[in-house]
């Protein structure tokens, strides 16, 4: 729709049906109302949506999604929009369904240790509520104080202490999702196991493409009763990459393990005063949890491990408040990023941990090529970077070199045998990326599996799985000597 008169045509009559099954204040479309939603946590590219709905209830999401499909209108869902790939990123002719307003806890079982929430409820909120019973929910995204539980089922979210309580499909019981036909399905079951096709693990981390969750309910954990977490440095990066490997041959789970680069900590520790190391090469956060005889054993076992890994200095955690200073710099790394980089680009991919040392290392040589910086700060247990470019975006081309900075690091970690959804999706960020990934077959059979659930096409469109003739035009562009790089896709 190229035309403004279509365009605003189309919006007053989209708007008027929407007006019908949702109170006047829950449908916004004047562009000032808007703009607040054009984009995610991937503020580089934007879109103003066409219409944004704030159903509070799951009736109205099902009338909202009813509207949309008579009409044939492209729904993106939207959570906080923490999202860093672009996955609630709007669509020009498309409404936003914002689970804003669907913000309840609908029921906390302390003797089940499960909650049942609604999808706009934030992480933190989750744990805040289930403190009461001594239980929390473990999955902690650093973005946990804002984002939501409908988004990290989306996007099968992490955090730090994913490494040993799981990522979100292992914390997840049950979802109820409203599908764009109308129905609503319940995927999964308060019990640990449920009859037929394990559907649950298909839809987490399907990115709003198959259906809208309306409710959740979460494992919950004990509260552990004491947690330390030990900061070692080093002086080489690679030696803090043996030492991962290292902690985890010897049989130890750590609560976290997250390594922070020179440039993170040096980065960080002026903003947060966390008390890092800021000579170290590399220093790596890893915290143990349980009783406090578990603790201590842990902590002796982790700190021999790391010395013969070649550490250069140990520090312990001799309290709780330094636990959390010691966090802290880790939990605020992104913010601290603006502190020395009018803009940065979060990468996000993972691999293997045996080949941390190798892309550490391919990422240093890329940023010498690129003449850009990057700072790395990750989830180094769980093999999962977020090498996090620095550029200004006024200097012309710097945003495009930024970009195909982060294209190469997501090539490398498919060439050492990881992925590039790694735990923040693949959105419209890392859409060209997946034609490196997957063959034809293989995102011919990711869009099966969305005709499945949505055969209209409407939900959240054009993100995610790029289309086969997308695939080929990138592959085209990235011909180099005069050599396809994906020749397979030369029929397409
Ligand atoms: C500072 C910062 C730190 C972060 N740290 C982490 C981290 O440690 N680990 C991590 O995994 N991520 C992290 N993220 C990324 C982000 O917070 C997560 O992806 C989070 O799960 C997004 O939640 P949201 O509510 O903001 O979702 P949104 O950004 O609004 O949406 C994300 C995706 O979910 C879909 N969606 C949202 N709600 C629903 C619903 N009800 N039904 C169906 N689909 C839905 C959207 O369409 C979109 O595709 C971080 C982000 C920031 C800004």
């Avoid at 209108?73 to 999202?83: H, I, L, Q, W």
């Avoid at 903003?271 to 949890?289: M, N, P, Q, S």
Wanted: charge should be negative.
């Amino acid at each position: 729709m190229n035309n403004v008169a279509e365009m605003g045509a189309r919006r007053a009559q989209v708007a008027a049906a929407l007006q019908q099954v949702l109170p006047a204040r829950a449908v916004l479309s004047a562009p000032e109302d808007t703009r607040p939603y054009e984009c995610d946590g991937l503020a580089a590219y934007r879109q103003l949506p066409m219409i944004v709905v704030l159903p509070d209830s799951e009736a109205q999401v099902l009338a909202v999604l009813k509207v949309c499909r008579e009409l044939g209108v492209p729904v993106v869902p939207r959570g906080a929009g923490t999202g860093l790939s672009g996955g609630a990123m709007p669509i020009a002719a498309g409404v936003v369904l914002s689970t804003a307003r669907l913000n309840r806890i609908v029921r906390m079982d302390a003797y089940a240790r499960t909650a049942v929430v609604q999808p706009g409820v934030r992480n933190l909120a989750i744990s805040e509520a289930a403190a009461a019973h001594g239980l929390y929910y473990a999955p902690d995204p650093s973005s946990q104080i804002a984002c939501t539980i409908g988004g990290n089922v989306a996007e099968n979210s992490g955090g730090v202490h994913c490494l040993k309580y799981g990522l979100t499909v292992h914390n997840v019981l049950r979802v109820r999702v409203a599908t764009i036909d109308g129905e609503l399905v319940e995927l999964g079951g308060e019990a640990l196991d449920a009859p037929g096709l394990d559907l649950l693990s298909v839809f987490i981390g399907s990115e709003g493409m198959l259906g809208i969750v309306t409710e959740v309910t979460v494992k919950l954990v004990p509260k552990p009763a004491v947690a330390r977490v030990i900061m070692a440095s080093f002086d080489e990066v690679l030696k803090s990459c043996h030492a991962v490997a290292a902690l985890i041959a010897a049989g130890i789970i750590p609560a976290g393990l997250e390594m922070m680069d020179q440039t993170s900590s040096r980065m960080v520790e002026p903003f947060v005063k966390a008390g890092y190391d800021t000579e170290a090469a590399a220093i790596l956060l890893c915290e143990a949890d349980g009783t406090e005889e578990e603790v201590e054993e842990d902590i002796a076992r982790m700190t021999a491990v790391l010395n013969t890994a070649g550490a250069i200095a140990i520090a312990v955690s001799r309290s709780e408040a330094e636990r959390l200073k010691f966090w802290s710099g880790r939990k605020n790394a992104f913010p601290a990023a603006g502190r020395i980089s009018p803009d940065y680009y979060c990468m996000d991919g993972t691999i293997p941990r045996k080949r941390l040392g190798q892309v550490l290392a391919g990422i240093a040589a890329m940023e010498a090529r690129y003449g850009l910086r990057c700072a790395n700060v990750f989830h180094a247990g769980d093999g999962n970077l977020h090498p996090l470019i620095l550029f200004n975006a006024n200097i012309p081309d710097e945003f495009h070199r930024a970009e195909a900075f982060g294209a190469e690091i997501l090539a490398l970690c498919v060439e050492v045998g990881g992925t590039i959804t790694g735990e923040h999706g693949v959105g419209i960020e890392k859409i060209d990326s997946m034609c490196v990934q997957f063959a034809p077959a293989e995102l011919e059979a990711f869009f099966s599996v969305k005709r499945g659930f949505d055969p209209h096409g409407l939900l959240n469109p054009d993100k995610a799985i790029p289309t086969l003739h997308r695939c080929a035009e990138f592959g085209k562009l990235r011909v180099s000597g005069g050599a396809l790089p994906f020749p397979h896709l030369e029929r397409f």
